[in-house]
């Protein structure tokens, strides 16, 4: 697969086999491009996951969407897109679930008895500010209660989307109840277009950065994933960049292609970047004894050998470098109610 074959607008360039499937068949790849975005309605039970990987910083994450429409070749969320019937493919990313009732679930939530609570994150594992949020709107009502019951959250996004809701932010950060992180894994516009396809460009994010800064709401960056012959070069630039938009705090991690992402990678890297590919996969394999993935507890975001030791340095002088004396602050969950406050308004 060449460059000139690389359908632009898409991380996965194909439909992948879905694994758990006894049936498959051959799409029709002439009709890829022709596919457009398809919103199903679903009403789960619950909508708070508890997060007990012991290597994992959250205690409770929240996923208004399944699939996401930024198109991420390597995203990690891909293969749980199979357990509904789809592809990690091109599904992912053009059939997207929409957990309407995620609002009224959550209150519940709230208002279990001897809830104690802990900081709820926003996209665990897929964008909660995808494009199909300027439709839906579902997180801005979860951000509203959140500011209702003065309960802390924290969002990782890819789009400058999440400005829309700057209000209810400026509220939720006066109280200290609100951090937001944008996923900035390339500042070169090249790689960003092919490599995250609809997300926001990085001067948009960037923007964003210094906005929220000047709105007092603490703001940090994820540089993930690192790829190493493809964007890891630039770490230290990043950081740099971050920093002087304001960010607080930066974070990174390893790429890793566990799963039915491995193939969706491998094509998207062939298509995109023929030139470099098995340079590519090879400094990965590298990281990873011998393999694109891993699944480790704790190793899965260590990595070994010589590639992975120069990242962690280069991202430690980098934070030595650009981020001393800053510090992102804890958010509080002293001043949650249990019950909504007039706040409530917002909605």
């Known amino acids: 697969m060449s460059d000139d074959n690389f359908k632009k607008g898409q991380g996965a360039q194909r439909n992948e086999i879905n694994r758990f499937d006894r049936y498959t068949f051959e799409p029709d790849e002439d009709n890829f491009q022709a596919q457009k975005t398809q919103f199903t309605e679903v009403f789960p039970k619950t909508i708070v996951n508890s997060v007990k990987s012991p290597d994992l910083a959250m205690d409770y994450s929240l996923n208004p969407y399944q699939g996401c429409e930024h198109g991420c070749s390597y995203c990690f969320a891909r293969p749980t897109h199979e357990f509904w019937g789809f592809s990690a493919g091109t599904d992912f990313e053009r059939k997207i679930m929409v957990k309407k009732n995620a609002p009224e679930l959550l209150e519940k939530f709230f208002q279990k008895k001897n809830y104690i609570p802990k900081t709820l994150t926003l996209s665990g594992n897929t964008d909660c500010y995808q494009p199909a949020e300027r439709q839906f709107e579902i997180t801005r009502q979860i951000l509203q209660l959140c500011l209702a019951y003065r309960h802390p959250v924290s969002i990782l996004t890819k789009n400058a989307l999440v400005l829309r809701d700057l209000d209810i932010l400026q509220e939720l950060a006066a109280q200290n109840l609100v951090s937001v992180s944008f996923s900035i894994p390339t500042i070169s516009e090249e790689i960003r277009r092919k490599m995250e396809p609809r997300t926001s460009t ?29 964007t890891s070069d630039e770490s230290l630039n990043i950081l740099k960049t971050v920093s002087e938009a304001g960010a607080l705090k930066a974070s990174y991690a390893l790429v890793r292609l566990n799963d039915t992402v491995e193939p969706v990678f491998v094509n998207w890297l062939m298509a995109s970047f023929p030139d470099r590919a098995q340079k590519v996969l090879n400094l990965i ?29 280069t991202f430690a002088l980098g934070k030595r470098k650009y981020f001393a004396g800053r510090e992102a602050p804890k958010l509080s969950t002293e001043n949650f109610t249990g019950t909504r406050t007039q706040q409530l308004r917002l909605f």
Do not use: C, Q, W
Request: net charge positive; no cysteine.
């Open 285 to 313: 394999r590298s990281m990873r004894g011998g393999n694109l993935g891993d699944k480790r507890m704790y190793e899965r975001y260590k990595g070994e050998g010589n590639i992975a030791e120069m990242i962690h340095n």
């Open 202 to 230: 990085t001067k948009n994010k960037l923007k964003a950065i210094e906005i929220f800064t000047e709105h007092k709401i603490p703001t940090g960056v994820m540089v993930a994933p690192v790829i190493p012959g493809l």
